[in-house]
């Protein structure tokens, strides 16, 4: 005679922990479960409607500055300091974390043009319009003396203004703009090189993160400009029909970099073919003013004109989330925090504004099981993204009343400039052969090797 029992291991129906709840069996065999489809659609639909509820990105203002704030900059080992720069040249250093000032420091007449920290992270850089550099101490030594005893921040004068600095990711090396791009050592007053190509004032620089030795600038006369500092040398140059404000390299993909336009666009570029941008960023109504990448560099948030922040993903043409408040006004200047979970805008109005960058994301300690359902949602919202109604619910977002408008009128002139083009391309006056100039390199008027 045969006896079959039925043998399953103790872990299978007992709990771990008097806290842990009962193990079910389950049997995953599709055929058992005909409604499951639709059951997680239901389960999707709800995660992104709770998504939408619980969005409360605004995390805190900082308050202190009596003029705009113009300038930020992270520093590379304090995850919760900031340092920003105003209108009236005054630099102040901030704990996100403890939302207070740490230190102020009355440095420029005049707006601080640009702020960067050394990669030791013990100094600051900063030029103003009066012409001058200043360096100084930022370790937490220095920054908890009086103000008074403090030891003054170190003065290089110039000849020329200045509109921007950056410093080298790994020597003891910065650059500035202004008339031109000057290379700069620490331990030295004047200028170990001087670098242009055109007639118009610089107003960006920025140092590649991964290809370290070489560095950007775009200038007012419409033209970006690639440059190798080890060869004191440009690269390349390419015009384009409107200005650029900013430029950010990914942090992760050494030769891609995105600028912000005046034409309310940001492009991505490779540097190997500036022919043609690989990405055109739309939705902003206004000038677009700044940007900065995430640490991933998966993402990058812009601040512009229309006194409104939107995030996008590297390889998209759309915002996927727009920051606003009725009291904000233009964005001068936004910053990533270097653990990818905050951005922070800086304003016209004298607030740094500090804000999640998944504005649904619970801040504080999560349980075990509280990970598990979100990590559960978040795959369901992934696997029905492109079903109409959670598509619908997850791109909406409320807009202000003017932003809304403007988009409206851009779209209305965008569709009417496209058609009346349609229409002369097929007329007879034009000759045969024209075709419609494609999106990624309609806004380059030139490229210069």
Same mark, same amino acid.
């Given at each position: 005679?045969?006896?079959?029992?039925?043998?399953?291991?103790?872990?299978?129906?007992?709990?771990?922990?008097?806290?842990?709840?009962?193990?079910?069996?389950?049997?995953?065999?599709?055929?058992?479960?005909?409604?499951?489809?639709?059951?997680?659609?239901?389960?999707?639909?709800?995660?992104?409607?709770?998504?939408?509820?619980?969005?409360?990105?605004?995390?805190?203002?900082?308050?202190?500055?009596?003029?705009?704030?113009?300038?930020?900059?992270?520093?590379?080992?304090?995850?919760?300091?900031?340092?920003?720069?105003?209108?009236?040249?005054?630099?102040?250093?901030?704990?996100?974390?403890?939302?207070?000032?740490?230190?102020?420091?009355?440095?420029? $007449?005049?707006? &601080?043009?640009?702020? #960067?920290?050394?990669?030791?992270?013990? =100094?600051? /850089?900063?030029?103003?319009?009066?012409? @001058?550099?200043?360096?100084?101490?930022?370790?937490?030594?220095?920054?908890?003396?009086?103000?008074?005893?403090?030891?003054?921040?170190?003065?290089?004068?110039?000849?020329?203004?200045?509109?921007?600095?950056?410093?080298?990711?790994?020597?003891?090396?910065?650059?500035?703009?202004?008339?031109?791009?000057?290379?700069?050592?620490?331990?030295?007053?004047?200028?170990?090189?001087?670098?242009?190509?055109?007639?118009?004032?610089?107003?960006?620089?920025?140092?590649?993160?991964?290809?370290?030795?070489?560095?950007?600038?775009?200038?007012?006369? $419409?033209?970006? &400009?690639?440059?190798? #500092?080890?060869?004191?040398?440009?690269? =390349?140059? /390419?015009?384009?029909?409107?200005?650029? @404000?900013?430029?950010?390299?990914?942090?992760?993909?050494g030769f891609h970099f995105t600028v912000a336009n005046e034409d309310h666009n940001l492009y991505t570029y490779d540097m190997r073919k500036?022919?043609?941008?690989?990405?055109?960023?739309?939705?902003?109504?206004?000038?677009?003013?700044?940007?900065?990448y995430s640490p991933t560099g998966k993402e990058f948030v812009t601040g512009a004109y229309d006194r409104s922040m939107r995030i996008y993903?590297?390889?998209?043409?759309?915002?996927?989330?727009?920051?606003?408040?009725?009291?904000?006004?233009?964005?001068?200047?936004?910053?990533?925090?270097?653990?990818?979970?905050?951005?922070?805008?800086?304003?016209?109005?004298?607030?740094?504004?500090?804000?999640?960058? @998944?504005?649904?994301?619970?801040?504080?300690?999560?349980?075990?099981?509280?990970?598990?359902?979100?990590?559960?949602?978040?795959?369901?919202?992934?696997?029905?993204?492109?079903?109409?109604?959670?598509?619908?619910?997850?791109?909406?977002?409320?807009?202000?009343?003017?932003?809304?408008?403007?988009?409206?009128?851009?779209?209305?002139?965008?569709?009417?400039?496209?058609?009346?083009?349609?229409?002369?391309?097929?007329?007879?006056?034009?000759?045969?052969?024209?075709?419609?100039?494609?999106?990624?390199?309609?806004?380059?008027?030139?490229?210069?090797?």
């Amino acid at each position: 005679m045969k006896v079959k029992v039925i043998s399953r291991a103790h872990s299978q129906y007992t709990r771990a922990t008097k806290n842990d709840l009962h193990p079910l069996p389950t049997n995953v065999d599709p055929a058992l479960h005909p409604m499951e489809a639709p059951r997680e659609y239901q389960r999707a639909l709800n995660a992104v409607k709770l998504e939408r509820v619980f969005a409360k990105p605004f995390v805190g203002a900082l308050d202190g500055h009596s003029d705009g704030v113009f300038s930020m900059a992270k520093h590379p080992k304090r995850l919760s300091w900031l340092l920003s720069g105003a209108c009236d040249g005054e630099l102040r250093l901030w704990d996100l974390a403890a939302k207070k000032c740490l230190s102020s420091w009355d440095l420029h $007449r005049g707006f &601080v043009q640009g702020v #960067c920290v050394t990669p030791d992270g013990n =100094r600051f /850089i900063t030029v103003g319009q009066d012409k @001058n550099i200043r360096i100084g101490k930022i370790d937490a030594e220095s920054i908890t003396v009086e103000a008074s005893e403090r030891e003054e921040a170190l003065t290089i004068p110039h000849s020329n203004f200045f509109t921007g600095v950056d410093h080298h990711r790994r020597q003891d090396m910065f650059a500035t703009c202004g008339n031109a791009v000057d290379l700069w050592s620490l331990a030295r007053s004047e200028p170990l090189s001087t670098l242009t190509w055109g007639a118009d004032t610089i107003t960006t620089v920025k140092f590649n993160p991964v290809e370290v030795n070489l560095m950007a600038t775009a200038a007012d006369d $419409r033209n970006i &400009v690639l440059y190798d #500092c080890r060869a004191a040398t440009p690269i =390349r140059k /390419i015009i384009m029909s409107m200005r650029t @404000n900013a430029i950010a390299w990914n942090p992760m993909e050494g030769f891609h970099f995105t600028v912000a336009n005046e034409d309310h666009n940001l492009y991505t570029y490779d540097m190997r073919k500036l022919s043609r941008a690989t990405n055109v960023h739309k939705d902003h109504v206004s000038a677009v003013l700044d940007l900065d990448y995430s640490p991933t560099g998966k993402e990058f948030v812009t601040g512009a004109y229309d006194r409104s922040m939107r995030i996008y993903g590297y390889n998209q043409g759309h915002s996927r989330e727009i920051y606003h408040t009725k009291r904000m006004q233009r964005i001068f200047c936004v910053q990533w925090s270097a653990d990818a979970k905050y951005v922070m805008s800086g304003s016209d109005e004298m607030q740094i504004r500090l804000w999640k960058a @998944n504005a649904s994301e619970a801040l504080g300690t999560q349980s075990a099981r509280q990970r598990a359902a979100t990590a559960y949602g978040d795959s369901l919202k992934e696997r029905f993204q492109h079903h109409p109604e959670i598509k619908r619910i997850s791109r909406h977002r409320h807009v202000p009343k003017q932003i809304f408008t403007a988009k409206q009128l851009k779209t209305t002139m965008e569709h009417a400039a496209k058609k009346k083009a349609d229409n002369a391309r097929r007329s007879k006056s034009i000759k045969k052969g024209g075709h419609r100039k494609v999106e990624r390199k309609k806004h380059i008027v030139d490229e210069i090797q």
